[in-house]
């Protein structure tokens, strides 16, 4: 932050960080790192200050900035064609709009959901992401539907109560244990391990202490 500023927060959060302006102009410019950082940055920008606009979850709209979206970065003079229907998201920076004849500048921060076709010019501050409404729709290419796990029921499973205080193979044999240090015998068969159901109740005041 490079002044003091207030924050009001109603019912939430506020996080305010500062960080070295010489740290972060180095990861900024290291190409493995700062587009990581700065889709991050989008993404919360984006959410704070037009998710009624995207309707898109957080989720989705991650996987949008960070795999489909197109990102442009301190590109000069670069011009880009987007059409009806197209969205941009001016993180950084500034770019200029031409439509009908006229050049309008924009500066950041700004989304803008497009409504004809429009050619923008990038210039060397820009941080700028495009993509298509069809990017925010379900699709096979884009999985952003939920994930349905099948279940099968194939079998029936009997479950019989297990009590660890007792031997025996079957509920009908308890053979009580008379000292602390008696280990249970090893279970050769899986299927002879038991378990006691949550339902069953236990009255403490009927167990003898050894």
């Known amino acids: 932050m490079s002044a003091r500023r207030t924050y009001k927060a109603g019912s939430g959060l506020v996080e305010a960080y500062a960080i070295d302006?010489?740290?972060?102009?180095?990861?900024?410019?290291?190409?493995?790192?700062?587009?990581?950082?700065?889709?991050?940055?989008?993404?919360?920008?984006?959410?704070?200050?037009?998710?009624?606009?995207?309707?898109?979850?957080?989720?989705?709209?991650?996987?949008?900035?960070?795999?489909?979206?197109?990102?442009?970065?301190?590109?000069?003079?670069?011009?880009?064609?987007?059409?009806a229907t197209d969205r941009l998201f001016l993180l950084s920076g500034t770019l200029v709009c031409h439509s009908d004849n006229k050049e309008t500048t924009i500066n950041s921060i700004e989304f803008l959901s497009l409504t004809s076709s429009t050619m923008y010019k990038l210039n060397s501050s820009g941080i700028v992401y495009t993509w298509t409404r069809d990017d925010e729709m379900y699709s096979p290419d884009v999985k952003l539907s939920k994930l349905d796990v099948p279940v099968h029921h194939t079998e029936s499973i009997s479950v019989q109560p297990f009590y660890p205080n007792f031997l025996g193979d079957t509920v009908g044999q308890f053979i009580s244990r008379h000292h602390s240090s008696l280990v249970t015998r090893p279970v050769s068969k899986s299927n002879l391990l038991q378990f006691i159901p949550t339902e069953i109740a236990v009255n403490v005041d009927n167990i003898e202490m050894f």
Do not use: G, P
């Open 21 to 83: 302006r010489d740290l972060l102009s180095t990861l900024l410019n290291d190409d493995n790192l700062s587009r990581s950082i700065y889709d991050e940055i989008a993404l919360h920008a984006l959410i704070n200050n037009y998710q009624t606009r995207l309707q898109l979850t957080h989720a989705q709209l991650q996987l949008v900035l960070s795999e489909i979206a197109s990102f442009y970065k301190n590109e000069s003079d670069l011009e880009v064609h987007l059409k």
